[in-house]
């Protein structure tokens, strides 16, 4: 038995050190005065994505981004050479944010940092994590409202509501087990409950 355990223990830890040594994406947004002042969003190359609003948060939101948006994204990566060019512009614009991108992969570290960039590839990663950052807010808000603030939830089903309309939401299927207990549980406002079942249903049957 102890020959067993100890092969369980050698076969979890070669797993840990593999998960620590797969690419990861990193980004962080430092804007003081707006709200939240600091975002950070890393997405593994196995979908996996963490959210904080703190360095030092360590109780960060996760949620997963399904294969073929990972691809996409570390597919952006690639073509901005894996952060190892700079990618801020050469105009002067207002500051929009201190931002960093920054690939890892076990020992090897590349990063840039940028407040504006005409880089198209740069954009189109910087979206996608504006995109994941904007889903887990908005799931924040719903799961803060729902616990502590009954008269708020309508206000953060819209934000939902309104972020799913516009193609915002990443994996908005992580919303539903949320969705389906407000729209069960009678504590909540009638009009909220329906909202919150309109918009699962929205979820589950999205238009072609």
Same mark, same amino acid.
């Given at each position: 038995?102890?020959?067993?355990?100890?092969?369980?223990?050698?076969?979890?830890?070669?797993?840990?050190? $593999?998960?620590?040594?797969?690419? !990861?994406?990193?980004?962080?947004?430092t804007?003081?005065?707006s709200?939240p002042?600091y975002?950070?969003v890393t @997405?593994?190359?196995?979908? +996996? @994505? *963490?959210?904080r609003?703190?360095?030092?948060?360590d109780l960060?939101?996760?949620?997963?981004?399904n294969?073929a948006?990972?691809d996409?994204m570390?597919?952006?990566?690639?073509?901005l050479?894996y /952060?190892? !060019?700079? &990618?801020?512009?050469?105009?002067?614009v207002? /500051?929009?944010?201190?931002?960093?991108?920054?690939?890892?992969n076990?020992?090897e %570290?590349?990063?840039v940092? /940028?407040?504006y960039? =005409?880089?198209?590839s740069?954009?189109? #990663? &910087?979206?996608w994590?504006? !995109?994941?950052? *904007?889903?887990? =807010?908005? !799931?924040?808000? #719903?799961?803060?409202?729902? %616990?502590? +603030?009954?008269?708020g939830?309508m %206000?953060? &089903?819209?934000? @939902?509501?309104?972020?799913?309309?516009?193609?915002r939401?990443?994996?908005?299927? =992580?919303?539903? @087990?949320m969705l389906?207990r407000i729209?069960n549980?009678?504590?909540?406002?009638h009009? $909220?409950?329906?909202?919150a $079942?309109?918009?699962?249903?929205?979820?589950?049957?999205? %238009?072609?």
């Open positions: 038995m102890r020959i067993v355990g100890c092969l369980l223990l050698a076969a979890c830890a070669a797993t840990a050190a $593999a998960g620590a040594d797969a690419p !990861r994406l990193f980004f962080s947004r804007f003081p005065g709200t002042p975002i950070q @997405v593994e190359k196995t979908g +996996d @994505v *963490e959210y609003e703190a360095v030092d948060d960060p939101l996760k949620f997963k981004l294969p948006n990972t996409e570390f597919g952006l990566a690639e073509k050479d /952060f190892k !060019r700079p &990618l801020e512009a050469p105009v002067k207002a /500051f929009m944010g201190a931002k960093v991108f920054r690939y890892e076990g020992a %570290k590349t990063e940092k /940028f407040n960039s =005409q880089d198209i740069a954009q189109a #990663l &910087l979206d994590f504006e !995109r994941l950052a *904007e889903t887990a =807010q908005s !799931r924040i808000n #719903l799961e803060r409202a729902a %616990k502590y +603030d009954h008269l939830v %206000k953060a &089903l819209l934000q @939902v509501e309104s972020a799913l309309d516009r193609g939401l990443a994996n908005p299927e =992580q919303f539903l @087990v389906d729209a549980n009678e504590t909540y406002m009009t $909220a409950r329906t909202r $079942a309109e918009i699962a249903e929205a979820i589950r049957t999205p %238009k072609k």
